[in-house]
């Protein structure tokens, strides 16, 4: 009996269960989310690397390490970003074998391409990115081509609502955060269910709100005002629940859905972009990247409160397209 997306203030039942956004709202939300991530890109590259993702930590990550400076912690949180990668693959079970691996990926939200790289060099893959910000689809471009991969990897602008692929092409869908900038969370989840080949492994790696507890029609007022802040800092529209892609894929009849709950594998991550921003060099990054960006490190304090509020969750969210039953006549 939940509401499919509880904070958007939606009435339950009947379906439709997510109303579609309106047209200019999301154009405006999209053009926020392109200027945001041209503007801060260049920033999170030169101070943490190609991945703008959270770090996979051990439960004690913090308690072991919590007197160390931030710079000399970079590389950790470097490694736990590709961990962050790897623990998602295994996760969704995806083939390490040489025949059976994934071909052809498509990383839907691709910042500037550290995961496609990655995962193209991993598997010896053809992977194809798309982002909203043209300055993350040139820096990307221009990083696989330094390294070698031009022939592997490609990226372009493009929107993962309206994905400019064919249908069922890709062996690997993978969306790493950024499910929570999806305006329509349906129409995301079925686009990654289109271009996904039968067989094919679908990787969502989101923020979500907590689960609703049967006796609650949405979250409560404090959790969505808290919510309406980083949303307006990080160009999000509403959030829901892992329950609510759970139910969504459950709709287009995919198989083996999966999904866990790695909220306190990340705790260390946001404590250690503060702590970088606060050094000198992080400090004077923000200063020249712009306002976009500096009202985003504002408000990453109420990232934090949200996770120990319970109210944040980092999810993992897997399944797979059914594979092409093939039917032999035997009469
Ligand atoms: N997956 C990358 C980047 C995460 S940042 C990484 O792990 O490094 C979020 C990304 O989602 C940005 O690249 C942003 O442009 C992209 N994004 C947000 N909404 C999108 C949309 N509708 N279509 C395509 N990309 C989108």
Redesign the pocket.
């Known amino acids: 009996m939940n509401a499919w997306c509880s904070t958007c203030g939606v009435a339950r039942p009947p379906p439709p269960p997510l109303a579609p956004p309106e047209r200019a709202e999301v154009e405006k939300l999209?053009k926020g989310?392109?200027e945001l991530?041209d503007e801060s890109?260049g920033v999170w590259e030169e101070i943490w690397g190609?991945?703008?993702?959270h770090g996979y930590y051990d439960p004690n990550y913090n308690k072991n390490n919590d007197n160390n400076d931030a710079l000399t912690l970079l590389s950790d949180h470097r490694s736990a970003?590709i961990r962050m990668i790897e623990e998602s693959l295994r996760f969704a079970g995806v083939p390490e074998d040489p025949m059976k691996r994934p071909k052809k990926v498509v990383?839907?939200?691709?910042?500037?391409?550290?995961?496609s790289r990655y995962i193209a060099r991993k598997y010896e893959a053809d992977c194809q990115g798309?982002?909203?910000?043209p300055i993350?689809a040139q820096r990307a471009q221009a990083l696989a081509d330094a390294q070698g991969l031009a022939d592997k990897v490609s990226f372009q602008v493009?929107?993962?609502?309206n994905q400019p692929f064919h249908d069922a092409q890709f062996d690997l869908v993978?969306?790493?955060?950024?499910g929570e900038?999806?305006?329509d969370k349906a129409k995301?989840v079925n686009e990654l269910a289109r271009v996904a080949a039968p067989g094919a492994t679908i990787i969502i790696v989101t923020w979500c709100h907590r689960d609703l507890s049967p006796s609650e029609e949405s979250l409560r007022p404090e959790e969505k005002a808290l919510l309406n802040k980083i949303c307006d800092a990080y160009y999000l529209p509403s959030w829901c629940s892992t329950a609510d892609y759970v139910k969504m894929l459950e709709s287009l009849s995919v198989e083996d859905i999966k999904t866990a709950d790695w909220s306190k594998n990340v705790a260390p991550f946001w404590p250690a972009v503060i702590k970088s921003a606060l050094t000198w060099k992080g400090f004077i990054s923000l200063l020249r990247s712009g306002w976009k960006t500096i009202r985003a490190a504002w408000v990453m304090p109420l990232m934090i409160r949200g996770y120990k509020m319970g109210l944040i969750k980092f999810s993992i969210i897997t399944c797979r397209k059914p594979a092409l039953v093939v039917t032999t006549n035997t009469s």
Not at 107 to 115: E, Q, T
Not at 158 to 161: E, I, N, P, V, Y
Not at 174 to 178: I, L
């Open positions: 999209q989310i392109a991530y890109s190609d991945h703008m993702h970003q990383d839907v939200g691709c910042g500037i391409g550290g995961s798309i982002t909203l910000s993350q493009a929107d993962a609502l993978w969306s790493m955060e950024s900038h999806m305006p995301f």
